[in-house]
């Protein structure tokens, strides 16, 4: 079996995937379409990019094609959850893609947009519905979407989901569909939580596993360079000034750090993005579009489109910060290496980083190359000259000779900078910090010019007898209004 006309599928669908491009289909597809048009349930465990987004959306279509009914208003025959936007977003368009020839009405919701327009969807009727747990849960609670005639239920990246603390919303859902009906689980990855709510909400499934759970992308090479923090920047940009660069995506760990990067980048000539939840979702799709039409050629995105981004011809991935949850990284370099073309992911590692490079490396079961000296950057381990990081769990003596040190008043105290959090955003009411005085050898002799005279001798005055002010009586003199504290950004916390 080697072409979609061996599926059984439906002419309009045929021609369909003829104008997408598609003759061959995958082997998720292979497995699962012929399952799926007999109306089972399904458990498939595969990546995004191996083609299951058609696996499940050709049968569907076919299934809803061969049961024709007016829509309903508020209330879909088809739901499919997404984790993400943009997910959400290619889930819808596929369906789009696939049933043009058939009239069937395809509607997105989520977050981050005004939901008016998704209730005026809702309230026409629709015969699929693609959507994000959270805004879901919120049409439903307002009475703007009913799921009591859901034939189809699609969960699409459970596991990310799960790691998205998706989990309570996604069970509130499933107490709202109806218990009969087929039912489609697809996760990347297979840890015990999505194992136990694949067991309680499937029913006989068939199990398609298309690829090993935590499996890397054979096509793609990884690489890593070891260098340090400061040389990151400067390393980056010199990979990202190659000619053999295409179309890269830069993961960071958090979304100031993407904004960060991304500045950088622009700042030293190479024109990016950045991409992350902060981000409303006319931006983030306006980035996305002139990223996947080729006016953007670097992305700076953070792990939530690690799932979402489904776009070919990405020739490179540079994690700039590892992550320190290694089945990320499986996500991360599985946006290049797609539809058969071959890939590239360099990972920048610090030294406080190893410990997630050693455990990527024990869940693929590689090691990962080490790419050689580039653009000034350290490659291998630090030299021995380079004393290693101080443990946390350092031994007590050690612990108090550094405190010891550090409060020696031969130590000049380093200038404050004014981007540093003052002590009273710390909670900490410490004394001004006094500067550092030269070590005092002997009295320095009175300096003496025509214009000077010598100083007088210093006589003590004779102790005055102590008096006592009577009960009741007040300083006469007023006390000085306390000055206001100047405030800095850090004093208000991570929330700017």
Do not use: W
């Not at 998205?164 to 039912?183: S, Y």
């Not at 996760?187 to 939580?193: F, G, L, Q, R, V």
């Not at 029913?203 to 096509?219: N, Y």
């Amino acid at each position: 079996m080697t072409s979609f006309q061996q599926l059984a599928l439906i002419e309009p669908l045929q021609r369909a995937v003829r104008d997408a491009g598609y003759t061959t289909p995958t082997p998720i597809q292979l497995q699962a379409i012929p399952h799926l048009l007999e109306g089972r349930d399904l458990l498939g465990c595969a990546k995004t990019g191996t083609g299951k987004t058609a696996a499940f959306s050709l049968p569907i279509l076919q299934r809803l094609a061969a049961a024709p009914r007016k829509p309903t208003p508020r209330r879909p025959r088809v739901l499919v959850l997404t984790p993400t936007r943009e997910l959400a977003a290619q889930v819808a368009e596929s369906f789009e893609t696939y049933g043009a020839h058939l009239r069937l009405s395809v509607t997105v919701i989520y977050g981050g947009v005004g939901q008016a327009p998704q209730v005026r969807a809702l309230e026409r009727g629709v015969d699929v519905l693609v959507a994000c747990p959270g805004r879901l849960v919120d049409l439903m609670g307002q009475g703007h979407v009913r799921l009591d005639q859901i034939e189809t239920l699609v969960l699409d990246e459970a596991d990310h989901m799960l790691d998205l603390g998706f989990l309570p919303d996604v069970k509130r859902i499933l107490a709202a569909v109806p218990r009969k009906r087929q039912t489609l689980f697809f996760s990347a990855t297979m840890p015990p939580e999505i194992s136990k709510l694949a067991d309680t909400i499937l029913t006989s499934p068939v199990k398609v596993m298309v690829t090993p759970p935590a499996s890397t992308v054979e096509l793609v090479t990884q690489r890593v360079m070891f260098l340090s923090r400061t040389e990151k920047p400067a390393a980056l940009t010199n990979l990202l000034r190659d000619p053999s660069v295409g179309r890269a995506i830069v993961f960071t760990r958090t979304k100031r750090g993407a904004d960060r990067v991304a500045k950088r980048l622009n700042q030293d000539g190479v024109a990016s993005q950045a991409i992350h939840g902060n981000k409303s979702q006319n931006n983030r799709e306006r980035t996305l579009d002139g990223f996947r039409d080729g006016r953007l050629r670097v992305l700076v995105a953070t792990d939530i489109a690690a799932r979402g981004i489904d776009i070919d011809d990405i020739t490179h991935v540079v994690n700039y910060e590892l992550p320190n949850v290694p089945e990320t990284y499986v996500h991360r370099i599985g946006r290049t290496g797609r539809a058969g073309a071959s890939g590239l992911a360099i990972s920048l590692c610090d030294d406080e980083e190893r410990e997630f490079l050693r455990d990527i490396e024990k869940l693929t079961k590689r090691s990962i190359e080490v790419l050689g000296r580039a653009a000034g950057a350290r490659s291998g381990p630090p030299p021995r000259s380079t004393p290693p990081p101080r443990s946390r769990d350092a031994a007590p003596a050690e612990r108090e000779s550094a405190q010891r040190e550090a409060r020696s008043p031969r130590q000049p105290a380093p200038e404050r900078s004014t981007h540093e959090r003052s002590p009273h955003s710390r909670g900490v009411h410490s004394r001004p910090e006094r500067t550092s005085r030269p070590e005092r050898t002997s009295r320095p002799a009175p300096r003496r010019d025509s214009h000077s005279q010598p100083a007088p001798e210093r006589r003590h005055a004779p102790a005055r007898p102590r008096q006592f002010a009577p009960v009741g009586a007040t300083n006469s003199a007023p006390r000085p209004a306390a000055q206001p504290r100047e405030r800095h950004a850090d004093d208000f916390g991570a929330g700017l």
